[in-house]
């Protein structure tokens, strides 16, 4: 799960660059605010419009709630003794991954009706849920080896996505686009799939590692690690062109993206060689601006981001809670229509 971010979080050493020295980051303008008070650990933040949802600790399980930034209003969505992981949104559906059944199912719940519908119910492990529109699509075990699938809520079908007997893990989905991390070439690269189509492409060709893609409308991001370091790229359906977007000597893992908006977690401020300090920076497409979101000497990680509104999980308490950050609209040079959640997932 992307509890694998607990590999990425190991055992860092941060090597400063010459170029960029010791200056500060310009930092981002805006409104920063907590997403409810209760002093236990939430995780895995999604973002959807006004609705923010998350795995909370707070009822002795791993629950999944949401927050109404409009109304102030915080529901709870599941209330099993078992654990719920990993929720994605769109619109007034929410997915997650839950394990009451003795194995990892997707499940969803319909925020319009109150009704929780069990999506998958093969007897093998179905994981890290991403939704837009009325497709879920996930990672599935069924055939002894990690495939992607995908599940269309308006016509109750359900369809296998790849069938390579190698590994394919943390599909993320937009429009016609499924996009997904894959070991078929011995290294993970990022894959995609056309479902108007049916076609399936390679979108990195580079042998180094790429994975923990997210996609926003013809934009695909990643984390890659080609330069020994990890660092976020770019590939635009579009235009067929790859971009790298950070360059810093310091590692920039796990990105979100929405609109011209990309965002992610980043160790430059870190002092010494032990881990830690995980800042939130964010780098907008259309000026071609880097900058750093949050500043804290905790950790702020597991960013996802819809419109001009950032959301994260954040240590600075001793405890993990749920932050959000509203740019205001000098940062965002462009009005956004549509988002992505770049919501985390675990392994």
């Known amino acids: 799960m992307k509890l694998r971010k607990s590999m ?12 960029t020295g010791m200056a500060a980051a310009q930092m981002a303008e805006g409104t920063e605010m907590q997403i409810g008070t209760n002093g236990t650990g939430q995780w895995y933040p999604a973002v959807y419009e006004d609705r923010v949802v998350w795995t909370d600790t707070r009822n002795e399980s791993f629950d999944v709630l949401m927050y109404n930034i409009s109304t102030g209003e915080e529901l709870r969505i599941t209330s099993t003794p078992f654990i719920q992981l ?11 991954e839950d394990n009451r059944n003795g194995d990892w199912d997707i499940y969803m719940y319909d925020l319009s009706s109150g009704n929780e519908t069990q999506v998958t119910a093969h007897p093998s492990d179905q994981r890290v849920p991403s939704i837009y529109e009325d497709r879920i699509v996930w990672t599935d075990m069924r055939n002894g080896s990690s495939d992607i699938f995908m ?6 079908e359900e369809t296998q996505i790849t069938t390579n007997g190698a590994e394919q893990w943390y599909p993320v989905i937009h429009g016609d ?3 997904w991390e894959d070991t078929r070439s011995g290294v993970s690269s990022i894959y995609m799939y056309n479902i108007s189509s049916g076609e399936e492409s390679k979108l990195t060709e580079n042998d180094s590692e790429q994975y923990l893609p997210a996609i926003d409308g013809d934009r695909v991001v990643w984390t890659d690690y080609r330069n020994f370091n990890q660092d976020i790229y770019m590939y635009d359906l579009s235009t067929g062109e790859e971009m790298q977007v950070t360059a810093n000597t310091s590692w920039q893992v796990d990105p979100a993206i929405s609109g011209n908006l990309i965002v992610w977690m980043d160790d430059r401020n870190q002092e010494g060689d032990m881990p830690g300090n995980w800042d939130l920076f964010m780098y907008d497409i259309s000026s071609g601006e880097e900058l750093q979101v949050i500043s804290e000497e905790s950790n702020q990680v597991y960013p996802a981001v819809y419109g001009n ?10 405890e993990a809670s749920i932050f959000m950050f509203e740019l205001d609209a ?18």
């Open 177 to 179: 686009i499924i996009a």
């Open 330 to 347: 000098v940062n965002t040079s462009e009005a956004i229509e549509e988002g992505a959640t770049g919501d985390i997932t675990e392994e």
């Open 151 to 156: 599940y269309n809520i308006t016509s109750g």
């Open 8 to 19: 990425i979080v190991c055992s860092l050493i941060v090597l400063l660059s010459v170029l």
């Open 86 to 96: 990993t929720p994605d949104i769109y619109g007034d559906i929410i997915v997650w």
């Open 309 to 318: 509104r950032i959301v994260w999980t954040d240590m600075r308490n001793e």
